[in-house]
């Protein structure tokens, strides 16, 4: 299917042209995901990236897919979106990041292009966004830095099933009453919590700063 597509073509079968560094945060890099390796070229790219692999872990993320030919007036153009979004759990998107100063300023020059892409992703059943710092960064990026290394570090069973059932036990449960409820030793049953969030098996509102008042939902 299209969403696992790793090789970048345009929309007549060429290989899709890498396109100039924006004046932004020239910042090139690469992103390990569960789902493979994600190219970056600026740090807004960077932070989506990181925001959409922690809001989805199946997400898998192409930079750069697609160098799709239109025409604007009397001039032939082409343009290349910033990534590819494909997901197990939902519609496909193709994506364009851009500080909202600069799509604002551009607006004229950018919206034909913006409008062939979402003509293309259309026609093979996903959707096309623009998205600025203003959907990526805040609490859930912050969070999603802190929490993303976390999946992976070592989970102590026992303690974990302990704090789940201080969770279920408490009425009203929060971050900190969890805590103060344990009594295993503090710092090994808050790196517990922190890793039990991490992992999606303690729920707290990821899109606001975690705190000792944050509750825990059921």
Known sequence: MFQDRRKSFSQN???ARRIPLSHRSHIIGFQPLPTGITEH?????????????????????????????????????????????????????????????????????????FEAARAWARERHATFRVVTEREVRGPLL??????????????????????????????????GKVLAALPENRRAALATMWRLIARGTLRVELSAAITFDSRILS
């Open 13 to 15: 079968g060429t290989a």
């Open 142 to 175: 912050e969070n999603a830095k802190r929490l993303l290394p976390l999946r992976r570090a070592p989970l102590d069973a026992v303690l974990a099933e302990r704090v789940l059932a201080a969770a279920r036990s408490i009425e009203s449960p929060t971050f």
């Open 41 to 113: 070229e600026s740090a807004l790219e960077r932070d989506f990236v990181t925001v959409t692999s922690f809001v989805d872990p199946t997400a898998s993320i192409t930079s750069q897919p697609v160098t799709i030919d239109f025409v604007d007036g009397d001039t032939h153009r082409r343009y290349t979106p910033d990534f590819f979004v494909g997901s197990r759990t939902r519609s496909p998107e193709l994506i364009e990041i851009k500080y909202q100063t600069d799509l604002q300023a551009n607006w004229a020059r950018l919206a034909p292009g």
